[in-house]
């Protein structure tokens, strides 16, 4: 693939989702990004295939597709564009965003080295390290979601810092250009999954960070209807893991990718509206006689709420909280919204809501859960883009019925 000429515009997150970092050639001149649904892109005659090939080795680009595996031009547009939108030199797409951030770690995993996570992280991406990388001999540790816990684990042979911000289901704001410092002193690569913020609120690139995962299932396709993950950082960086990318092939499908590149269009727009009822959400929550504790990083009450208000533009609309009572109240609640879907998820059209101990964490044991924080009253919201003052009336009436 080759490689994109530095940044040519200044433009913000509107004008990116929608325009990329320049005009793009369409077939047809269609204005929409076109959905060219091939496995296999054919050459005209022996010679042509010889000079593809022949350029290949040389490195040089004489046309790009050739197989689907090793690229499309609905999906390559969209990771032009996703790129642009992070301010990264080059985005490679997954099929999930799980498969994002195994692919990334497996990619830039060593043998008999040590990676660090935070013990509040997304679900999936905790059990892939704590059950699946020591079978790969690499030696994990959880820590608190600081950069100080970080510090204090770095061992030798540590390679990998890979953490959420914020996390999930915590709303963790880690300090990011600390964690760099950390990272530079001992030699780590760092990954930071900033799903929950979107580079709308928090550009970890900026701030000296290697590698930056999103869900793009969450707020970058932002209307709950497709699955995709994206990986992004500099050129070079990243030519592993296109290499794993062609390999193994879990990049989405050119349908999803034409969705996935639709959601982009209103990306400024859709964050501007969560960034805003998420505040006023969390404000009500928080004043609520029937709620016991919120976190939300832009309340003062949150305990990285300085670090937030340096790093972020906006705190997006996800927003954990505890119900007064347990586990009867809080169903009482959830059982009674009518606007809120239950189900897992964030960053779509549609407002959710979840009882983590019922859903997410229902499998582990009592004690593990209990361990990490999930107890039975605890409930994760993600607002969609309902009209915030429908959304403040439903949880207010469903808080009522308690
Ligand atoms: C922070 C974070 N990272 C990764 C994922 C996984 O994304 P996907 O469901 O697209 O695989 C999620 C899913 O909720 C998430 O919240």
Known sequence: MPKPAKRKHDWKHATLGIHGDGRMKHAHFAVSTPIVQTSNYYFENTSDVYEFMKAKQEGRTIREHEYGRYGNPTQQECERKLAAVEGAERALLFSTGMSAVILTLMTYMQPKSHIIFTSDCYRQTRDFATNMLSRFGVEVSLVDPTAVAIEKAIRPNTHVIFTESPTNPYLRVLDLPAIVKVAKRHQALTIIDATLATPYNIKP???????????????????????????????????????????????????TCFLLERGLKTFGLRMKQHNGSGLAVARMLESHPKIEKVWYPALASHPDHAIAKKQMKGFGSVITFLV?????????????????????????????????SMMSFFDYTEEYRLNIGIVDNLVRIALGLEDVEDLITDLEQALDRI
Do not use: W
């Open 205 to 255: 690139l900026d701030m000296g960070i290697d590698i930056v995962i999103h869900s793009a299932t969450k707020y970058f396709g932002g209307h709950n209807d497709l699955l995709a993950g994206v990986t992004l950082g500099k050129h070079d960086l990243l030519n592993d893991l296109y290499c794993m990318q062609r390999m193994i092939g879990a990049m989405p499908g050119p349908f």
């Open 324 to 356: 007064k009572g347990g586990d009867r109240e809080t169903r009482k609640f959830i059982d009674s919204l009518e606007l809120f879907l239950i189900t897992p998820s964030l960053g779509g059209s549609e407002s959710l809501v979840t009882q983590m």
